[in-house]
């Protein structure tokens, strides 16, 4: 599909004058702006997390409302990593924080007694010092965002990794996927330009390669080995690509992966940036799930490793505040940090930035926030890292539960998360199924996950829409329904799978 | 410059395989990624309003920390529209429901009594409302935006134009910029692709024709006649562009205008959309200063005109919560209505709104407080009517008193604004100076600015950024410093200006 998009913009460029002119005033009654006429790579795009399935939930969101006979009497929301919406609570300091920055009135002397009966004393404080350096949430920022923050979280990758970070080389952005799509763009020399990419892989990176019109070089994870990679699998993948043509010049890591859930190993880490030094790529490590680590493996470093200096030689590495336990997705935040990268290339890049003026002044506060929270001793601390502590507990427990449920039914297997917030269970679809779904001009994993819907609510997403071997089915659910409501849950995707495989076997 | 970005990228796309293995691993010294390797339409865009003067701008401010020997003791930046860096107060209702989203905690009744302390009744029931709609702030919304919001938005621009709009075919956005990127984006078939901007123009449209390989085709605004829009300058300009090959599919209108502030009257504005369905084309109205108008001609109702239903036949319009009388541009929000846009074109701009997921969620509410403002007879009207009014007549004597100056002063003759917020003067700059600037490697306005920015430390943008007739020089200047500095602010300009005459007086 890939590949057709860029031939594809190749022809377009090579088109001739003919078409140009079809437009033109001779021909006043032709539609001026259709799907056939507009821009070809955004109509060949395909994006999955938002797709048939998503769509098709939101209208049954609005059925529900008046139609009572379901058996059910809402959508949830499966298909999306959005803890908010399935009503995780938001942590307390970062929301008092953010609601002073918005209203600086609050700060002035003649409401201090009123305030101190509804904020701590040291979210006021971290509110102040933030205002002293950004001015006004409504004004623009610097376009590599606010430089206070920036430093803030070079001293964050610091304590982290043990190796000191430069504010100049970190870019704040509005959530990571604007980091993903900037870097992609700007590596992007031609259609030739080759990534690789994994799969199964979250399809940001599919969409922003075919909007680029530049290559996706596919490596494949192992199912059977717990979705680890493989670096000889890299080593054909290149080697391959290379030889048919294809300028391969970034690796994409997703870690821990989705829509798989594992994280990577430190020896498997150091493997990944020789293969990069040696093939000379650029490494883009999205790392947004660093916290979201359930299964630290045999080392208890690798848990707490990322890409980062001194390993990587040349890193674009991508975080965010829509997940961890953080999970403010709506508020559009994250960083973007440069190693070792050309500075004129990071001229460039902030070039780019600006175009777009500067990332949204309260996403920039969270990324401060996510980086720099209460400490030990601090009148908020307490309550912050119970907070965290009740939320990853609480992952944990879910995505046990979901892998035992999955694993529970006939004609699924399910390797358990080691990190994020998904699982990525295998489905042997039974032919009558695949039969069935062909009758409706479905892929087979789309037409179960289509059925699950319409029985219970629960919206998925085909593993179609993220890759997979051929021949295989699969489908990515979150794990966040609310714990509460866990079990249900579970039992309502059972019933529905067996009620399916009932009516489709063989 | 746009055209041999287009040429390049055809090259770039025709290159043959020898370019592409560059970087194989058989060469392993050479450097992965540079400015020579980049994409290079991103490496050719050219984006004024945050380029070689703010770059200085910014390093200056820096040496204000240590160098007290300057004359002026901080940067005046004048280059960008954005008021609230300049001290311009927040809309104070609006900012309480900001606040009170953020932090839903305060709306539990045991905070009640403390928090009509602090706030107006009618703040927490807005709050109340958008939250019972959006759920957290913390959670992605729709990709096309919150489903109330858009409906406060369909029924604003009901009122506003007396015709009735559709929440279905509103996309909230990142402010105006992000919905022109991707409206320009999707009307883009190939290079060929056409677009009319005006010259002067807001660089944003010329940055992104250059980023997305569309060809720019460019009309000219009457600086004789304050800067109007002659539809004849239009008819010539796609014909003789369509007699070139370019395939012309769209016009940008930005009324008010930007940089050069005049107003289109109703005449006019029918006489551009009459010529836009004869020739075929979409109309782009870039309206985000429709509520910064100065000067309303003979016929009231002009002023509050904007391209819309039911005179548009086909159309994008932008609008903004950064400009008019708000100026929360930190926020990133605003809206783009589709009027009579092909629905499944709509649905493409959809699946691209949902690869960023959604528009941030604060920016979201900042739209919908800007369409849904305090009614007479709330708590809160007279304040708000009171604060809008304020910045409103501020800026008409900021402006007035700054045309005066540039009038005042000796080669240099400026248009007064209608609307917007910025003035664009031109200068007649001496063959001394054109000399000098030659010496530097510097166009002339880009002289003359960078020489005001060292003498006075304001920074303004030269005229060859928005693009002007050859051979003649301006810049643009905001006026928004703050109304007790303005005069000094004028005599600042006034006292280098006169410096400069006599330096290189011919």
Redesign the interface.
């Known amino acids: 599909m890939i590949q057709t998009a860029v031939r594809s ?2 022809q ?2 090579q ?1 001739p ?1 003919t ?7 001779s ?2 009654h ?6 056939e ?4 790579l ?2 060949q ?1 395909e ?1 999955a ?2 797709g048939a399935l998503p769509i098709r939930a ?1 209208a049954l969101q609005k059925e529900l409302l008046t139609d009572k006979t379901k058996g059910f009497d809402k959508v949830v929301f499966c298909n ?1 990593g ?4 399935l009503n995780q609570k ?1 942590i ?1 300091f970062f ?2 924080v ?3 920055a ?5 700060l002035t002397p003649s ?1 201090r007694e ?2 101190l ?2 904020y701590p004393a040291d979210a006021i404080a971290r509110a102040e010092v933030l205002l002293k350096h950004i ?9 590599k965002g606010i430089h206070h923050i920036r430093e803030n979280v070079a001293k964050f990758i610091e304590r982290r990794d043990g190796f000191p970070a430069e504010p100049e080389n970190i870019f704040l952005t ?2 990571a ?2 980091g993903v ?1 900037t870097v992609i ?9 080759g990534f690789m990419i994994p799969i199964p892989q979250y399809p ?1 990176y599919s ?2 390669l075919s ?2 019109g530049a290559t996706p070089v596919p490596y494949y994870l192992e199912e059977s080995h717990n979705w680890g990679l493989n670096v000889d699998e890299l080593k054909e993948a290149v080697h391959k690509a ?1 030889a048919d ?5 970034a690796l994409v890591i997703i870690n821990p992966g989705n829509p798989t859930g594992q994280c990577l190993s430190e020896e498997n880490m150091r493997e990944i940036i020789d293969f990069c030094h ?5 490494l883009l490590a999205d790392e947004v799930y660093q916290t979201n680590i359930y299964k630290p493996k045999a080392a208890p470093s690798t848990a707490s490793k990322r890409f980062s200096n001194p390993w990587a030689k ?1 890193l674009f590495s991508f975080h965010s505040i ?1 997940k961890g336990m953080i ?6 935040g994250g960083y973007l940090e440069c190693v070792n ?2 500075p ?2 990071m001229d ?1 890049l902030y ?2 930035a ?10 920039q506060i969270m990324v401060d926030l996510m980086t720099n929270p209460p400490k030990q001793g601090d009148e908020s601390f307490e309550k912050y890292q119970g907070e965290i502590d009740s939320i990853y507990q609480s992952l944990i427990r879910r995505s046990n539960k979901l892998a035992q449920c999955f694993n529970s039914m006939e004609n699924m297997t399910c390797n358990e998360a080691e990190g994020a917030m998904y699982l990525f269970p295998q489905l042997k679809i039974p032919q009558k199924a695949v039969d069935a779904a062909k009758e409706k001009s479905m892929a087979p994993d789309t037409f179960y996950c289509m059925a699950m819907l319409e029985a219970t609510g629960v919206c998925v997403i085909p593993g179609s829409g993220f890759g997979q071997e051929p021949g295989t089915w699969h489908f990515r659910s979150t794990f966040l329904p609310e714990e509460h409501l866990f079990d249900k849950f579970c039992a309502d995707l059972k019933g529905f799978h067996k009620k399916f495989m009932d009516t489709y076997k063989d």
Chains 1, 2 share one sequence.
């Open positions: 913009l190749v377009a460029r088109r004058l078409l140009s002119l079809r437009y033109a005033s021909k006043p032709s539609k001026v702006l259709t799907t006429t507009m821009h070809p955004v109509r795009m994006y997390v938002r939101e999306i959005n803890p908010q919406q938001p307390t929301r008092q953010a609601s002073l918005e209203n600086p009135e609050l409401n009123a305030l009966k509804l001015g006004s949430v409504g004004a623009y920022s610097h376009s509005q959530g996927s604007s799509q763009q700007i590596l992007t020399q031609n259609s030739k330009s940001l969409a922003t909007l680029v290379r043509g294809t300028d391969v010049r040696n093939e000379r790529l650029v040349k829509s999970g403010e997705c709506g508020r559009r990268i050309d004129k290339v460039q070039k780019i600006s175009v777009s003026l500067c990332p949204n002044v309260q996403g």
